[in-house]
């Protein structure tokens, strides 16, 4: 509540956990970390914040492939942007989506896992991170 523009008693208040713990939850990369310290198991996943690093991925990768942003509102040299997970289905389309969101900042190649697809999205007004619901 420390950063938002409204006094406390304007503002809605929420339930937030820890700063470092929201910065955890926000970044897929410091998840997909934590995941693998607490043994849950993950898709095969490879971070690239580079062109470099992603040459030296293309070998690894098999289609489809998941493209994920590692935060969902990139900050680029213009400005900041909404970012989506995405997916690839050969060379050359991980090669434009995966630079299109490098301008962005770091992104999280990973494995495609037949399934249902769940995610959790939060209200963060304060943080400039604001998304409304569960998306499936």
């Avoid at 006094?7 to 700063?19: G, K, R, S």
Wanted: overall charge neutral; aromatic content about 6%; hydrophobic content about 45%.
């Amino acid at each position: 509540v420390q950063t938002c523009a409204l006094p406390i008693w304007q503002a809605d208040i929420f339930a937030l956990p820890p700063p470092e713990a929201l910065a955890v939850a926000l970044d897929k990369a410091r998840t997909l970390a934590l995941a693998r310290r607490l043994a849950i198991p993950v898709p095969y996943s490879r971070l690239v914040a580079t062109g470099a690093e992603l040459a030296q991925a293309m070998s690894e990768i098999r289609y489809p492939a998941v493209i994920k942003p590692s935060r969902s509102i990139g900050t680029g040299r213009e400005a900041r942007k909404q970012l989506s997970v995405d997916y690839a289905f050969g060379e050359q389309d991980l090669l434009a989506k995966t630079r299109h969101c490098l301008a962005y900042g770091e992104v999280l190649l990973q494995e495609y896992v037949p399934g249902e697809g769940v995610g959790i999205e939060l209200i963060a007004n304060c943080i400039d991170e604001a998304s409304q619901c569960v998306m499936r």
